[in-house]
């Protein structure tokens, strides 16, 4: 350190006196920013920060205590201090007390009788921080069952009162129950049961407005089957097909299980009992139930639309028909219906699928299958965007979908030269009016003519073709016999009654005038050819 030079040490007394005077720059921001930047501090650096001064103390306390992670053995000591204390509830917005794979002792508790032995994990967060509100929502609880089934403990409904009992205004509950596994099931284990009991059920009944109930496995009907029609104030509800299934003779009736005052309904995941319950659910909607219900979500286990609903049906042509029914009969009555798949950021609507199945052959489901193409992107779509039946050829050019090298001498053509065009049933439809075609058609194509279905205003020609006639040529081109394939069919401008005219030219190397004279003889109806 070079001391002639005028330099002083950083850490003189003079330094440290000035330092002492005058401010320190993070002190003139304002809270706010100091606020932001205590949210990207670890736990030991805030603690450090609030120990400073005063400000920054105020500043980093509500940072400090917006995350708590406590061992396993703190839990009840923790559930007394959140009980006297207001103000620590008001500051704590995330509360993780989950043990994951980690052993939880036996504690014994005036709150808890009989300890916590059997509690795996349960979260609890805030939506909303107002007034003096304490926690709002219970995220997760979910406990290890041994012997006992889960509905019938004691322990698990005293851990459930007292967590609801800590939480006046608790309006979400996300509950995750174990699956029945290999228990042994009784004889008449066809049975609803009431989802909470006593106290719980009678704290909840009035206050609660969202439930999410879930399962710990995917098994297929794991799960018991629960009634909350008591929660008469649950607006939001969303259940597994499971919950809803009776193991003996399937689907439960809508209105013993829904609460009656739902808004929004999700059925969270579907299975191969979804169809007959829909079924059952547009008869009590006939009846009068559920009058609030908006929107009704179906979540399919599967990557698309098309492999859920074909899921659901189990190959069943007839229950997707029946679905597609009562899709339509509650769409009149003003309910939603969506369908949300795993892969799929936005949810489909049912019906557009249903209906773009309806208008699609087994040939071209299995087409758009092997295309990993949804219904709705598949089927053929009139003017108006409507989903319609495609005829013969246009089936075959959507399941052969062959792209030849086409020629043909276009005299409306400025270069008056070669026009080389794709094969395309869409395409020819746009295409062919300029051209005059002249062909000879055979006797073996007479099969492959088109049938009328429904048109545009517009008279277009179009060609079908026999794929069976087509040869290998060199290179990757193919040859071909127009005198063998080639026919055309010319339909009338928005005369939807008038019959298709099969246009015959005598010779394959027919003039412009031999078309010229064809068109005289029909000039209505092939004039723009």
């Known amino acids: 350190m070079d001391t002639q030079s005028g330099t002083k040490p950083f850490n003189s007394t003079e330094d440290q006196q000035t330092t002492a005077t005058n401010p320190s720059h993070l002190l003139r921001l304002p809270d706010e920013v100091l606020l932001n930047m205590t949210n990207l501090l670890g736990s030991k650096d805030l603690c450090r920060l609030a120990q400073a001064n ?82 709002e929502t219970l995220m997760g609880t979910s406990v290890r069952e041994f012997y006992t089934s889960v509905w019938s403990n004691p322990s698990f409904e005293r851990i459930l009162i007292l967590v609801i009992g800590m ?30 009991h006593g106290i719980g059920e009678q704290l909840l009944q009035q206050r609660l407005e969202e439930l999410n109930i879930r399962i710990s496995s995917p098994m297929s009907l794991s799960m018991e089957n629960v009634t909350l029609r008591n929660l008469v104030n649950l607006r939001r509800l969303s ?83 029946f679905l597609r029914s009562m899709v339509g009969i509650l769409r009149r009555f003003s309910l939603t219906l969506e369908a949300h798949t795993r892969n799929k950021a936005k949810p489909g609507r049912l019906r557009e ?70 094969f395309g049933v869409q395409g020819w439809g746009k295409k062919t009016p300029k051209y005059e075609l002249s062909a000879s058609l055979s006797d073996a194509a007479t099969n492959w003519i088109i049938e009328q279905g429904d048109r545009s205003a517009e008279s277009i020609a179009f060609l079908t073709f026999d794929p069976s006639r087509f040869t290998s040529g060199q290179g990757s081109h193919l040859t071909f016999n127009a005198e063998k394939w080639l026919s055309v069919d010319f339909f009338a401008l928005g005369d939807k009654k008038t019959q298709p005219i099969k246009f015959k ?7 412009p005038h031999t078309s010229s004279q064809q068109t005289d003889r029909h000039p209505t109806k092939v004039r723009r050819c």
């Open 54 to 135: 005063k400000r920054l103390g105020a500043v980093a306390q509500d940072t400090i205590y917006r995350e708590i992670t406590l061992p396993q053995n703190t839990v009840v000591g923790l559930l007394n201090v959140l009980r006297e204390s207001t103000t620590l509830a008001e500051m704590t917005t995330t509360l993780d007390v989950s043990w994951r794979n980690h052993p939880v002792a036996r504690l014994n508790s005036m709150f808890i009788p009989g300890g916590l032995e059997q509690l795996e994990s349960w979260a609890l967060a805030v939506d909303s921080r107002q007034n003096n509100n304490f926690f």
């Open 167 to 196: 939480l006046p205004k608790l309006k979400k509950l996300t509950v995750k129950f174990p699956p029945r596994g290999y228990r042994a099931l009784p004889i008449s284990h066809d049975r609803l049961l009431p989802l909470f």
């Open 239 to 321: 259940i597994p097909m499971d919950a809803l299934t009776f193991q003996s003779h399937g689907s439960l009736v809508a209105k013993a299980v829904l609460p009656p005052n739902l808004e929004l309904l999700q059925i969270k995941p579907c299975n191969q009992h979804i169809i007959v319950w829909i079924g059952q659910f547009t008869i009590n909607w006939l009846d009068g139930e559920f009058k609030k219900l908006k929107t009704t979500e179906l979540f399919f286990d599967q990557p698309c639309f098309r492999s859920g609903l074909l899921s659901a049906a189990q190959g069943d042509d007839s229950d997707l028909n």
């Open 353 to 422: 699928e249903l209906d773009a199945w309806y208008h699609m052959s087994d040939s071209e489901r299995w087409m758009a299958s092997t295309r990993e193409m949804e219904f709705s992107e598949a089927v053929a779509k009139n003017d108006a965007g409507e989903p319609r039946f495609r005829t013969k050829a246009e089936i075959r050019a959507f399941l052969v979908d062959i792209k030849s090298n086409l020629s043909f001498s276009s005299p409306n053509d400025e270069s008056n030269g070669r026009d080389i065009y794709h």
């Open 505 to 511: 030219p005598e010779t394959s190397a027919s003039s």
